[in-house]
């Protein structure tokens, strides 16, 4: 069956907005991964729970994207814009996972560099945000790759895992993605 158009395209990677029949393959890849995301996060790994993950992603403030392997269509991983602030904000946060079959093959930085071109340019973002448990230090990684900035430190910032955790908070602006795009790292 075929799945809605691609919003960007790189060379092996490809984002596109989430489904209701995406669940059952993301699920189970949700369950192949659980030793990769704990403890830094938990998506869903059952039918009701993806029901009421889609449901949370369906509204204005949201984007929910994923990473899909180009060539074939399997869904390496999700990229989510969160909270999304408008008028003087122009804003988001990023939350993000890759499933165990496709990660560390640079699928994931592929898929950011296709959700800033997204947000930046469609969803017409000015900042985006990526707060990270210090520890985490594949997706801190993943970000600094991607050209985003330390900008600070946030003690129990969200509630992960039973806790209120501390956490870095990341960020990149438009102009910053825009200098970065035009004079590659
Ligand atoms: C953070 C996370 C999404 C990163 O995913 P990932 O699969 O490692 O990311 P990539 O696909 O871009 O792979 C990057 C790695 O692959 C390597 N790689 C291998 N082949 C590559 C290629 N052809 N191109 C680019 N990188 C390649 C890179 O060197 C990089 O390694 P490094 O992290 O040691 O520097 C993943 O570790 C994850 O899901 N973690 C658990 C959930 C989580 O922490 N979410 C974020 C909460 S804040």
Request: one cysteine or more; glycine letters at 10%.
């Amino acid at each position: 069956m075929a799945h809605p158009p691609f919003l960007a395209q790189g060379a092996r990677a490809a984002i596109r907005r989430f489904e209701r029949r995406d669940g059952a393959e993301f699920t189970a890849l949700a369950r192949m991964s659980r030793d990769l995301h704990h403890p830094w996060l938990s998506p869903p790994t059952t039918d009701e729970a993806f029901a009421d993950y889609l449901a949370r992603l369906s509204v204005p403030d949201r984007e929910g994207l994923l990473v899909c392997v180009r060539a074939t269509g399997a869904i390496a991983g999700f990229i989510n814009v969160n909270n999304i602030v408008r008028n003087a904000f122009q804003s988001g946060a990023l939350g993000y996972g890759a499933f165990a079959s496709s990660a560390g093959r640079g699928l994931m930085s592929e898929g950011l560099a296709l959700v800033l071109r997204h947000a930046f340019g469609p969803l017409g973002l000015h900042r985006l945000e990526a707060n990270i448990q210090p520890g985490n230090e594949a997706s801190a990684r993943l970000v600094k790759r991607a050209g985003f900035r330390l900008e600070g430190y946030s003690p129990a910032f969200l509630y992960v895992n039973g806790a209120w955790r501390d956490h870095e908070r990341w960020a990149l602006t438009g102009e910053m993605w825009e200098a970065g795009v035009a004079a590659p790292r």
